[in-house]
């Protein structure tokens, strides 16, 4: 059956970038759906049975469809090709754009559904409900918590080459909200059959989980909205600049953040000279980013890194792996970088800082890569990398 369903609904089968996409597309579509379906159910019964801890339940559901919507409208607003015209990043800003405010509304929304479930929780501890008809609620209640066993179960049997971790850990999860709906159940059927009054504890419980659902809407809505992926033009254009000044011999790690139209801040490290005067080396760092910043309308913070600058072939060969590592990629960069000298052979040893993003078959991909582009520049030459990731 999970065969059939992958055939269905992701074609393009393959390891090309558009299989993923697909891939994607197709997860996020199914969580939503699936989320949406479990809302409905839950929210029927809950109200049929007038039970608060059910109802609470749904709406968890429910904040689990907006996240994932939000997700989809990120992986859509961010596709894009080095081709795209200015008309198509127009429209995917606009999309990105719009789902950050339609975010925080939902988040607000959410938010004030679990204070208002909290709220009436203490209600039903002063004024109890018998629970009528609880064992079909809580026949519904099952058959939610294996609709969504069977949503995790589809996506790690079709994930195939693709990197699982590249899911949010809200689409890929099941656990935590299959407990909570089996406290849900459980307090139906303490409520009917016992003088417990199980709904007030379960609902608080519940309420707890939609109110912090709610906050973490808002979290995943505004992180890239701070934390942009660095324009390749732009990273490019200012590590041009700065090698420009004689007292920097090399850049590397980059953060970009966004703080609203106008306000963009790039965080780069750079390379000074080991034997330089550190206080005149921070004089001049401190007037080369107001400088380089008002250039291009940014604000820039350097921070420097000493290196060895007496080692004419330990600079050579950073240059090398600084501007293959910016070819590829502008995020990529390393660090740590030494040379241990052989007879025979001569081991480059660095860290290798790459995107969260990147699964373990890119990285051993790019090391192997780099590997083979060093042995070019000197056959002696072999890499040790450590490959760190930058979040």
Not at 203 to 225: D, H, Q, W, Y
Request: overall charge positive; glycine content about 6%.
């Amino acid at each position: 059956m999970i065969r059939r369903l992958y055939d269905k609904f992701i074609k393009n089968t393959g390891s090309g970038p558009e299989t993923r996409e697909n891939y994607m597309r197709t997860v996020f579509a199914a969580a939503i759906a699936v989320h949406l379906l479990l809302f409905a159910a839950k929210i029927t019964a809950g109200s049929l049975i007038r039970s608060t801890s059910v109802r609470a339940d749904a709406w968890s559901n429910l904040a689990a469809a907006l996240s994932a919507g939000f997700g989809l409208a990120q992986f859509v607003a961010g596709e894009g090709s080095e081709n795209a015209d200015q008309g198509e990043e127009k429209r995917k800003k606009g999309i990105r754009q719009a789902g950050y405010i339609a975010a925080f509304i939902a988040a607000f929304l959410v938010f004030e559904v679990g204070f208002s479930l909290f709220s009436r929780a203490f209600s039903r501890l002063r004024h109890p409900t018998a629970i009528v008809h609880g064992i079909p609620a809580v026949a519904v209640l099952l058959l939610c918590i294996l609709l969504r066993r069977a949503l995790a179960v589809f996506f790690i049997r079709t994930s195939g080459e693709f990197d699982l971790k590249l899911l949010p850990v809200y689409v890929r999860s099941s656990r935590a909200a299959n407990i909570r709906t089996g406290f849900a159940a459980a307090a139906v059927i303490l409520d009917q059959y016992t003088p417990v009054n199980a709904d007030f504890l379960v609902t608080l419980i519940l309420s707890a989980a939609v109110m912090k659902e709610g906050i973490m809407i808002a979290v995943r809505a505004i992180r890239p909205a701070v934390e942009e992926i660095p324009d390749p033009d732009l990273v490019r254009a200012v590590r041009a600049r700065l090698r420009e000044y004689s007292i920097i011999q090399g850049t590397g790690s980059i953060k970009v953040r966004f703080f609203g139209p106008g306000r963009r801040m790039i965080a780069m490290r750079i390379k000074v000279p080991k034997a330089a005067d550190m206080a005149e080396v921070f004089g001049n760092v401190r007037v080369i980013e107001e400088t380089v910043g008002r250039e291009f309308g940014i604000t820039l913070v350097l921070h420097a890194d000493p290196i060895e600058s007496s080692d004419r072939e330990s600079l050579e060969v950073r240059k090398v792996l600084e501007a293959e590592l910016e070819s590829r990629d502008v995020r990529l960069s390393f660090d740590h970088f030494h040379i241990v000298r052989g007879r025979d052979f001569s081991n480059l040893i660095f860290d290798l800082f790459v995107p969260g993003e990147y699964g373990e078959e890119k990285i051993q991909a790019l090391t192997a890569e780099l590997d083979g582009k060093m042995r070019l520049l000197d056959t002696r030459y072999i890499c040790v990398i450590s490959p760190r990731k930058l979040n």
